[in-house]
Each structure stands twice: as structure tokens, then as C-alpha cells.
């Protein structure tokens, strides 16, 4: 127990921790027309994702768990985010409800629960990153009082991440699917 408290109890994980518990308050400033709040967590998020990783690597602290935990985050946070800009109609509804089930998938085909680093496919690693920009062009947008990119401009986005996300997770299962019928597969 002492040991994976140690493995979770790291400053990398305090900056994905911070980005957790900012997450409801980002939720709650797209939701309450809080547009500098909203804007605040939302870079502040990005600067903790980016730093979080890096800073891990410099003091030795990566691991599967601090990578689990690292996505995880992030799936809540856009997932949250998402959802906010679906309810006021700037994204399509089934999004959240896709990055969230794309995310469940990543993390059983990789069996990251038993310990296992994630796998991502190209198209999921791209899908991770872009789910951040529809967030990103709300919140800074409202947050600096400005009127480009309209509402309509973020909704073809959401459409498009819709397609790619099922696009992945469609891929995934195919692959998995396939190596699991493939005469030398060892079952994973």
C-alpha cells in the first residue's frame, strides 16, 4: 500500500489532481455564463496537462498509474466540458457521451486496469488533443468578449469529432477483434 501511495503521491499528480478538481467548476462556469472563470480553468488545464507529463519524465515519476490517472483526467475534463456546451446547444449530445465511451474503451483494450500502459491509436491520440478545442474556442472566446468563431463554427466541430471518435472507436474494435481470431494472439 506504502509503495503505491508513493507512486501516486508525486508533483506530477498534484498538477493532473488540480486539473480533476478544477473540473466541476469548469463545468459550472460554462454553465453559469462565468466566461473569465471558464477561461482561467480552461488554460490552466492545458498548462497543467502539458506540464504534468513533462515534469514526470524530468523527476523519474512516469508510471502506468500516473499515466491512467493523466487520461482519465482529461477524459472527465472534456467530457464535463462537452456536456456544458451540448446543454447550451454549441455541441452535438451524443460528443460527451462518446469521449467518455472512447475513453472506456482505451482503457479496457489496454487493460490498463491490470497494470498495462495505454495503447492509443493514431486517430485516438489526435481525437484526445482536439477534444480540448471546442472548450478552448468557447472559453476563450466568451472569456475575451469576442464574436468569432461563431456558435455554428463550434457545432461543425463537434459534428466532426463525433465522426472521427466513432471512426476510432470503430478501428479499435476491429483490431482487438482481430487479434483475438488470429491464430498467435496470447489472448490480449
Known amino acids: 500500500m506504502a509503495v503505491v501511495a508513493r507512486r501516486l503521491l508525486t508533483w506530477s499528480n498534484a498538477l493532473t489532481f488540480s486539473r480533476l ?8 462556469a460554462l454553465m453559469g455564463d462565468a466566461t473569465l472563470l471558464a477561461l ?3 488554460w490552466s488545464a492545458v498548462v ?5 507529463g513533462r515534469l514526470a519524465r524530468a523527476r523519474g515519476e512516469t508510471s502506468n498509474l500516473g499515466g491512467l490517472l493523466d487520461h482519465a483526467t482529461d477524459a472527465t475534463f472534456v467530457s464535463l466540458g462537452l456536456w456544458a456546451l451540448a446543454l447550451s446547444g454549441q455541441a452535438p449530445l451524443v ?5 467518455a465511451a472512447a ?11 491490470s497494470g498495462r500502459a495505454l495503447r492509443a ?3 485516438g491520440r489526435w481525437n484526445g488533443v482536439l477534444y480540448f478545442v471546442p472548450l478552448g474556442i468557447v472559453a476563450t472566446r466568451d472569456g475575451l468578449g469576442l464574436d468569432w468563431p461563431g456558435d455554428a463554427f463550434v457545432l461543425v466541430l463537434g459534428w466532426g469529432l463525433v465522426a472521427s471518435t466513432a471512426i476510432s ?19 490480449d
Open 21 to 28: 478538481v478544477a473540473t466541476p467548476f469548469f463545468f459550472c
Open 40 to 42: 482561467l480553468l480552461f
Open 48 to 52: 497543467t496537462d502539458v506540464a504534468d
Open 95 to 99: 460528443l460527451p457521451l462518446l469521449v
Open 103 to 113: 475513453f472506456l474503451q482505451y482503457m479496457l483494450d489496454s487493460k490498463s486496469l
Open 121 to 123: 491509436s493514431l486517430v
Open 169 to 187: 472507436m470503430a478501428d479499435r474494435a476491429w483490431a482487438y477483434l482481430r487479434a483475438r481470431r488470429s491464430p498467435h494472439s496470447d489472448g
